[in-house]
């Protein structure tokens, strides 16, 4: 017998040993982040369950953008003497079912086109070329909210984050520097995030910026060059989403 459905609280732990066991995670290490993580809900997470057994998991994301609610589809994932059935496919099927409109990163897009997914952005990855003088000019939290929110407001296809989100944002202890009226989020060598101010941008060539290609066009990132690292992918709408890769799903 196959179901497709919500886990339930019982069922977390074997949910969280199946996704380690796909992904190659350490399962003791893996378990307190799981439950303490910001978006964790239970209903989000789907498990295909062949005789009783969970063989099959996947995790949505809300996600709201200023045309209306999508979802994102993360750690889609089949225990390794399952796969090939074509179970993953029913579990996505199950988890869309209410046609709400989502997106997914993908490193293979063969499983994910037979469901109806569309590539409609490439994720890149690629070393600044500096243009100033890096400074450390931190700013507080609010007053990046404040800068992104007011940036967020300006296209309805900007990913506009809710209080929970804000607060995924924060578990992550990003460290942000401004950037004229902007400022650049920064993670060791990597830049995700950065709302472009007035002025030279303040990167070195040792930081990466690692995000949508259409996102670096639109924000003209000086890059010495990049490459693709994976897929954006989308179900049930065209729009593609300005987004930065510190809301990866």
Not at 1 to 28: G, H, K, N, S, T
Not at 65 to 77: E, K, L, P, T
Request: aromatic letters at 12%.
């Amino acid at each position: 017998m196959i179901e497709a459905r919500p886990i339930l609280l019982e069922e977390a732990d074997e949910f969280l040993q199946v996704l380690c066991e796909v992904f190659e995670l350490d399962f003791a290490r893996a378990r307190p982040v799981f439950f303490s993580e910001p978006f964790y809900d239970l209903k989000r997470k789907w498990a295909l369950f062949r005789s009783g057994k969970i063989v099959s998991v996947l995790t949505t994301v809300p996600l709201r953008f200023g045309w209306g609610m999508a979802s994102g589809i993360a750690g889609v994932g089949t225990l390794l003497q399952d796969r090939g059935q074509g179970l993953g496919k029913q579990l996505i099927n199950a988890a869309l079912d209410d046609g709400t409109p989502a997106f997914l990163f993908a490193k293979r897009t063969d499983v994910y086109e037979e469901v109806g997914f569309k590539v409609i952005d490439s994720v890149i990855r690629g070393p600044f070329r500096p243009e100033s003088e890096v400074l450390d000019q931190p700013l507080d939290f609010e007053e990046v909210q404040t800068i992104y929110s007011a940036w967020s407001e300006l296209g309805d296809n900007r990913l506009r984050r809710d209080l929970q989100r804000w607060s995924y944002w924060k578990w992550h202890l990003r460290l942000c520097d401004r950037f004229g009226s902007g400022y650049i989020c920064r993670e060791p060598g990597m830049i995700r995030e950065v709302i472009p101010g007035e002025g030279n941008w303040p990167v070195s060539s040792s930081e990466e910026f690692f995000g949508l290609k259409s996102m670096a066009e639109s924000l003209g990132l000086p890059l010495q060059s990049h490459e693709h690292d994976m897929h954006l992918m989308a179900l049930g709408t065209d729009r593609v989403p300005e987004m930065f890769l510190t809301d990866q799903f």
